[in-house]
T-cell receptor
């Protein structure tokens, strides 16, 4: 079974629109960590954020914000006022101590921002 | 600005040849991961080291792939013999145990 599900395979938005990327995870651990990575067309995976399971406070960093909800096992990522440079594949990931803290990546959401 | 480095960045080889990919993790990171990325399979974990000891290599085809960390500054991934289906981008990542991973730029392997 998939531990991390990113149901949106591809999303297209027009520049300046807001967009939310969904991530649903599955774990039996009480302590676990969630991550988002960005993979621009250049190919390198860039770390964006880490969130531990005890911290449900939402986080905002510039135009990026993350909504962590344990009740629905979701860790969604919103880009406000999207820009062309946001075009990339975005991956959500989970790590849990019971499996040695290896990462389980979702299949990614490809975001295209149209100018 | 510390980064994970990988060599070579691109490799084209013929089927049956040995391929060695190298990774220099960020100094001080005690976990190292090897991933393979293809359009069809996405990101697959091949091997995972903690303090240079292999923790998990269940994702790696054992008959032709091998991964080692001869020292804390070098991780290697070898394919022998290589096959066309091994064509992919291979990423190395490092990080403190239990924390985020930092990825290298990847090695794009093409086996003809």
């Amino acid at each position: 079974a998939q531990k991390v599900t990113q149901a949106q395979t591809e999303i297209s938005v027009v520049e300046k629109e807001d967009v939310t990327l969904d991530c649903v995870y599955e774990t039996r651990d009480t302590t676990y960590y969630l991550f988002w990575y960005k993979q621009p067309p250049s190919g390198e995976l860039v770390f964006l954020i880490r969130r531990n399971s005890f911290d449900e406070q939402n986080e905002i960093s510039g135009r990026y914000s993350w909504n962590f909800q344990k009740s629905t096992s979701s860790f969604n990522f919103t880009i406000t006022a999207s820009q062309v440079v946001d075009s990339a594949v975005y991956f959500c990931a989970l790590s849990e101590p019971s499996t040695g803290n290896q990462f389980y990546f979702g299949t990614g959401t490809s975001l295209t921002v149209i100018p | 600005d510390a980064r994970v480095t990988q060599t070579p960045r691109h490799k084209v080889t013929e089927m049956g040849q040995e391929v060695t990919m190298r990774c220099q993790p960020i100094l001080g990171h005690n976990t190292v991961f090897w991933y393979r990325q293809t359009m069809m399979q996405g990101l697959e974990l091949l091997a995972y080291f903690r303090n240079r000891a292999p923790l998990d290599d269940s994702g790696m085809p054992k008959d032709r792939f091998s991964a080692e960390m001869p020292d804390a500054t070098l991780a290697t991934l070898k394919i022998q013999p290589s096959e066309p289906r091994d064509s992919a981008v291979y990423f190395c990542a490092s990080g403190p145990y239990g924390y985020e991973q930092y990825f290298g730029p990847g090695t794009r392997l093409t086996v003809t």
